[in-house]
C-alpha cells in the first residue's frame, strides 16, 4: 500500500509556472505507474501524464504536452509535476494516482489507479 500526498498548488497569474509535488510514503513510486490528474468543478476527472514505473517514458494528454512535465525523483520518493504557461483553463484540484497494474493500456482512465492523493487546489488568474 502506498499513501499520497500532494503539495505545491497556489494562486498564480496566467503564463506563470507551479511546480506539484507528490510525496509518496509506504512503498517505492518505482512499483507503479504514476499519474497526474485534474478536476475542474463541474467537469469530470481529467487524465494529465503519466511515468511508466520502470522511469523511462512519460506519456502527457495533449491538452498539456509541451507545457506540463512530470517527472520522479526516486530518492526521495516524490512525483512531480512542472507547469509552465499557465492559463485560467488550468484552474483545477490536480491529483496524482499509482496504479498496482505496471502493464495496463488504461493509463488515461482515472478508474485504473488503485491510490490517489487528497488533491492540490491551483487557481490561475487572467
Known amino acids: 500500500q502506498v499513501q499520497l500526498v500532494e503539495s505545491g498548488g497556489g494562486l498564480v497569474q496566467a503564463g506563470g509556472s507551479l511546480r506539484l509535488s507528490c510525496s509518496a510514503s509506504?512503498?517505492?513510486?518505482?512499483?507503479?505507474?504514476m499519474a497526474w490528474f485534474r478536476q475542474a468543478p463541474g467537469k469530470e476527472r481529467e487524465f494529465l501524464a503519466v511515468?511508466?514505473?520502470?522511469?523511462?517514458?512519460?506519456y502527457s494528454a495533449d491538452s498539456v504536452k509541451g507545457r506540463f512535465t512530470i517527472s520522479r525523483d526516486n530518492a526521495k520518493n516524490t512525483l512531480y509535476l512542472q507547469m509552465n504557461s499557465l492559463k485560467p483553463d488550468d484552474t483545477a484540484v490536480y491529483y496524482c494516482?499509482?496504479?498496482?497494474?505496471?502493464?495496463?493500456?488504461?493509463?488515461?482512465?482515472?478508474?485504473?489507479?488503485?491510490?490517489w492523493g487528497q488533491g492540490t487546489q491551483v487557481t490561475v488568474s487572467s
Open positions: 511515468i511508466w514505473w520502470s522511469g523511462g517514458s512519460t
Open positions: 509506504g512503498r517505492s513510486i518505482t512499483s507503479y505507474n
Open positions: 494516482a499509482a496504479d498496482l497494474v505496471r502493464g495496463s493500456s488504461r493509463y488515461r482512465m482515472p478508474d485504473e489507479y488503485d491510490y
